[in-house]
């Protein structure tokens, strides 16, 4: 499977990796402490910066036993001399005495500029009552350093953070509780709920996907004053957080250049489904959408699609499935296709006849667990699970999938030799070698129909015949996330609510939030 080079998404480095990039440097004789100033300093010039039109008064600064603390530290102290009418206060989880090395050097300096250091008891009482009165509360117990749940008096002091409500929490590398690999909850602990997090040296695909997406807020990266050594990258891991570009279509294009895309699925009780696929194929710019179905949709639901109802006889199924499938630019498997008999001998049909790009959705997934099959050389798949579809694909629980959203991406990439679009807050793309995340969340999207309406959009992209040259498989199915992503922000601050959407609307919406050349 081939990438498109032509864009140059961010990395996402791994905490490992972070770490070589800080060995790499102090090597190259950077002092470790002029990393940890400058981290420091950055962070606070972020929160000075956020709360220009609503000065602050009393600031928490959470210190840890590590070296996440001592950037902490040097946070405290760098508000402290802008803001000298400002309490400022730095809670540490244990003996500050007992910091060590940069971390050590910072507590120093911090005391010396008049930061009070307290230590921080475990009890909850005194922890609410010490927050109470704090409109800024900075998390700098671990950062990047957690490989356990969080316990202790650093539990309770998160737990009394996160239940402030009226209080801006700033998480410094990492919200601590948060695995910065896989964006999971380390253990199912405690963890750090940030409106902001100033992320340090390189940005972390835990902050954009799974749950550390939710629990990350805003993720500001803040430099370290010098150069990254980037060959210290190894994971292939990118965000990519702009679109892909797409070309404007043509004014003499014909529906013939935007493609033919067929949709097969929408049986009985089910057909809403396989109409809101062709919806999304329609809104995303497909010339012609035709949906092949055991129990055909009225055509009343969207007039311009085709509807063919297949025979019953399955010889006589198979046959006319096989000549629709041989005039499809990108085809559709899944939507509505139900799980009986006749989806299972459709879904085999397909997987095994069809040449166009093909899309596999809903139970399309289903019968591909279980048939368990493999695209012929030349042919691309995309497959497009949510967290159950990919535990059953994977054959792993619903938990595993979440907690490693990228390497069950690549795990299914390479088990089905597919892309692999994984849905949920920080959707992922994968082709087993490398990755993508696209930091879309919204309500919007969480609504029955809004995964099919995405993919009708990703096989109308692939459908395309003369847009862009050879089809680039990535950079089109990039370009059908990010438009599904867009559209459900966009269709949320239209209506003002974060509840109510219908996935026709995000449908409709798709081509609007398209970015032409």
């Not at 063919?308 to 629709?324: C, G, V």
């Not at 690549?410 to 930091?439: H, Y």
Request: proline share 5%; net charge neutral; aromatic share 2%.
């Amino acid at each position: 499977m081939s990438t498109d080079d032509r864009l140059s998404p961010e990395r996402l480095l791994t905490r490992d990796e972070v770490r070589t990039i800080d060995k790499t440097l102090i090597a190259r004789g950077v002092p470790g402490v002029l990393l940890m100033e400058n981290a420091g300093r950055g962070a606070a010039e972020v929160i000075l910066e956020r709360t220009r039109s609503k000065p602050l008064r009393d600031v928490a600064v959470l210190v840890g036993p590590g070296n996440n603390g001592g950037d902490g530290l040097v946070v405290a102290r760098h508000l402290r001399l802008h803001l000298p009418d400002v309490a400022v206060v730095a809670w540490c989880m244990a003996d500050p005495a007992q910091l060590a090395g940069d971390a050590a050097v910072m507590r120093d300096a911090a005391t010396a500029c008049g930061v009070p250091l307290r230590v921080a008891a475990d009890d909850p009482h005194a922890a609410a009552l010490a927050l109470g009165a704090c409109d800024c509360i900075v998390d700098a117990l671990f950062g990047t350093g957690l490989s356990r749940p969080i316990e202790g008096a650093a539990a309770t002091w998160v737990l009394a953070a996160n239940a402030r409500k009226e209080t801006l929490r700033v998480a410094l590398d990492v919200p601590s509780g948060i695995d910065a690999d896989r964006g999971a909850v380390v253990g199912d602990g405690a963890a750090f709920r940030a409106d902001l997090t100033v992320t340090f040296a390189a940005q972390k695909a835990g902050l954009h996907t799974g749950p550390g997406r939710v629990l990350a807020g805003e993720v500001v990266l803040a430099t370290l004053g010098v150069a990254i050594p980037t060959s210290v990258a190894r994971s292939r891991c990118w965000l990519e957080s702009t679109a892909p570009r797409t070309p404007a279509r043509r004014p003499d294009a014909h529906k013939g250049d935007a493609g033919r895309v067929l949709v097969v699925g929408g049986r009985r009780g089910m057909t809403g489904a396989a109409v809101l696929a062709a919806r999304g194929a329609h809104r995303m710019g497909a010339g012609v959408v035709a949906v092949a179905s055991t129990e055909a949709p009225s055509a009343q639901h969207l007039a311009e699609t085709m509807v063919t109802a297949l025979p019953a006889d399955p010889a006589a199924r198979d046959a006319k499935l096989r000549k629709m499938l041989q005039r499809a630019d990108a085809v559709v498997l899944g939507p509505g296709l139900g799980r009986d008999e006749a989806g299972s001998h459709m879904a085999a049909t397909v997987l095994g006849a069809c040449e166009a790009p093909l899309v596999i959705d809903a139970d399309g997934l289903w019968h591909l667990a279980a048939l368990g099959l493999m695209p012929a050389a030349g042919r691309a798949w995309v497959l497009t699970p949510h967290p159950l579809e990919m535990s059953r694909l994977l054959g792993v629980d619903t938990k595993a999938v979440n907690d490693d959203r990228v390497g069950s991406a690549r795990r299914a990439a390479g088990l089905f030799n597919a892309w692999v679009v994984l849905k949920g807050p920080g959707t992922v793309l994968s082709d087993a070698g490398s990755t993508w995340v696209m930091p879309y969340m919204t309500p919007a999207l969480a609504v029955g129909g809004s995964g099919d309406v995405l993919a009708g959009a990703i096989a109308a992209r692939l459908a395309e015949r003369n847009s862009d040259g050879p089809i680039m498989v990535r950079t089109r199915v990039a370009s059908a996330v990010h438009a599904h992503g867009r559209a459900g922000e966009r269709l949320t601050a239209q209506r003002g609510a974060s509840r109510g959407a219908l996935a026709t609307e995000v449908a409709d919406l798709l081509a609007v939030v398209l970015e032409p050349d």
